[in-house]
């Protein structure tokens, strides 16, 4: 039952990922920019490449190889993800995030050969590389790991 849990937290990943850019789909027009806020616009765009538009201009190879990798990701996030202990709720949650946002990427590589992005934030005219929810929590569940990997682990004494 745990394991549920934790994929249904992926699933909510999934499913928030995909239902904004089918929003973002649905009302604006490629490369179409509002601002939000002072530094946040939506600005639609399509990412052949892999974080920071890595390989985007390297001919239509990158796409496959990208799915590949996300795939194996995936599973081994899986199978990492059944091996924990009921106890390693922290990782439960990196693992989680960072599997949703991945099956997310993936399911737009699949279907479009990129990915729908849209989210725009800058400071005056340095802009950070447009992303989405699936990029989000990507990010934050890696955080998490590094955090997790720095923070020191509780140890047992025996008496």
Known sequence: M????W???????????????????????????????????????????AAFSFLSSAGGWQRWFFVAIALIASISLSIWL????????????????ILGGAIGNVID???????????????????????NIADCAISV???MMLIDTFRPQATTRSE
Do not use: C
């Not at 059944?82 to 995030?97: D, G, H």
């Open 82 to 97: 059944t091996r924990l202990k009921p106890a390693e709720r922290w990782m439960a949650v990196t693992l989680s995030l």
């Open 141 to 143: 569940g890696v955080l």
């Open 109 to 131: 590589r699949i279907s479009y050969g990129y990915v729908i992005d849209f989210i725009d934030v800058y400071y005056q005219t340095w802009h950070w590389p447009v992303f």
């Open 7 to 49: 994929l249904g937290l992926s699933l909510l990943v999934l499913v928030l990922d995909q239902l904004s850019k089918l929003w973002v789909v649905a009302n604006f027009d490629l490369y179409e920019s509002i601002q939000l806020i002072p530094q946040l616009n939506f600005t639609y765009v399509h990412n052949t490449g």
């Open 2 to 5: 745990g394991m549920l849990k």
